[in-house]
């Protein structure tokens, strides 16, 4: 063999090291990764279901808001209703003793 030929397989020999060197690396840290990868899914679902209780939560405080504004407004119509109710009836008692009046 002649010394170019010890070169050229030298260097298919050390390139081929690197090569599988560079690959176990990779191989290790796809490895690694993937036994995050259950970690990291249990973090980000515990995440999620904080976010979907907190807006559940907020569903509610607007549900409820929603709600006592409405009794507020009725609260406030009944007295009204009731004073207009009254007026009604003050009316037709004028109306009554009008008709009494000019008879």
């Known amino acids: 063999m002649?010394?170019?030929d010890y070169l050229i397989k030298a260097a298919v020999k050390k390139l081929s090291e690197k090569l599988n060197q560079a690959l176990i690396e990779k191989?290790?840290?796809a490895s690694s990764a993937a036994q995050e990868v259950p970690t990291l899914l249990k973090k980000e679902?515990?995440?999620l279901i904080d976010e979907i209780f907190q807006e559940a939560k907020k569903m509610e405080?607007?549900?409820?808001t929603e709600n006592n504004i409405?009794?507020?407004i009725n609260q406030i119509k009944t007295?009204?209703?009731k004073c207009d109710?009254?007026?009604k009836e003050i009316?037709?008692?004028l109306e009554k003793l009008n008709k009494k009046l000019k008879n």
Do not use: A, C, M
């Not at 405080?61 to 409820?64: L, R, S, V, W």
């Open 45 to 47: 679902f515990e995440i």
């Open 27 to 29: 191989v290790e840290e």
């Open 61 to 64: 405080k607007d549900d409820n």
């Open 2 to 4: 002649t010394n170019s």
């Open 85 to 87: 109710q009254k007026v």
């Open 91 to 93: 009316n037709l008692q």
């Open 79 to 81: 007295p009204l209703q």
């Open 70 to 72: 409405e009794t507020q």
